[in-house]
């Protein structure tokens, strides 16, 4: 009736269902778990076609509670063919604990999304989707299947909350602790050194903007040539940006940011590691 009312009043038609899922929404932010489920219950009566999507509201309403084995059968209820499926799977693999069951449901994601997702936020959590995979897939050493992962993101469109070279940061810092996961299980790397000399070429070309992103590709700088066991470069490059790098930590520090996390201390770690 209250759609109907506002249909009529500004004259345009309302999706009747895109109102009551933001009022779910809402109920869900403010904590509301009993009204929530009396709103998914109502919904399960009025729109007998929108089932998959209210099981997947079911499963995030369950996963807002920690009760997670419920969430995970709401989900299992969308099934493989429908446009939603990616979407629950990357809810599964929120609420997994297990690193053998997050490995499951990232093949499963993976086999089943699109290249490029049709919203904004899909696409976001498909880009978080392919960071977080191939991550876990360097610290298992599964290092060519981690860069097969990482190519993806050449697919998606740029992050609006990065710009380019943030972007191209990224993909640098991802490879670079991929090597450092396997040279640190003793195992060589040499067959990836043309991929490292290509990695500190993109990261030279971030360096001449003195910003946030500058001051890490100059940490990285260094970490990519201590894998090429060129210490002398490394020591050279934090020479280099070693004002810079002091000068971000102090204004890190005017504004109250914790600067264990500063590029200057990354530089420092790899310094330390040159010698």
């Not at 991802?174 to 991929?195: H, P, T």
Request: a negative charge; charged letters at 25%; hydrophobic letters at 40%.
């Amino acid at each position: 009736m209250l759609v109907m009312n506002m249909n009529i009043l500004f004259g345009q038609q309302f999706d009747s269902f895109e109102i009551e899922s933001l009022f779910l929404k809402k109920l869900n932010e403010n904590k509301l778990h009993d009204f929530s489920e009396l709103q998914l219950s109502l919904m399960v009566e009025r729109f007998e076609d929108k089932l998959e999507v209210i099981n997947m509201f079911y499963g995030e309403f369950y996963a807002l509670q920690e009760q997670f084995d419920q969430a995970k059968v709401s989900l299992s209820k969308i099934p493989r063919s429908s446009i939603h499926y990616p979407r629950a799977i990357l809810k599964r693999i929120d609420i997994t604990h297990d690193v053998g069951g997050k490995k499951e449901a990232y093949v499963d994601y993976f086999k089943s999304a699109p290249e490029i997702p049709v919203s904004t936020e899909l696409v976001n959590a498909h880009r978080n989707a392919i960071l977080t995979y191939s991550k876990l897939l360097s610290d298992e050493g599964q290092i060519n299947k981690a860069l097969e992962i990482l190519k993806l993101l050449d697919q998606l469109p740029p992050d609006d909350a990065a710009d380019d070279r943030e972007y191209t940061l990224i993909k640098c810092r991802m490879f670079l602790n991929s090597m450092s996961a396997v040279a640190d299980r003793g195992n060589s790397i040499r067959a990836y050194k043309k991929q490292i000399e290509t990695t500190i070429n993109h990261l030279e070309t971030l360096v001449w903007k003195l910003d946030g992103t500058a001051a890490i590709a100059y940490a990285e700088l260094a970490h990519a040539y201590n894998l090429l066991d060129r210490p002398e470069n490394a020591v050279d490059i934090l020479k280099t940006g070693g004002d810079f790098l002091f000068k971000v930590e102090q204004a890190m520090k005017k504004k109250g940011e914790d600067v264990t996390r500063s590029p200057l201390r990354l530089a420092n770690f790899y310094l330390a590691e040159a010698f």
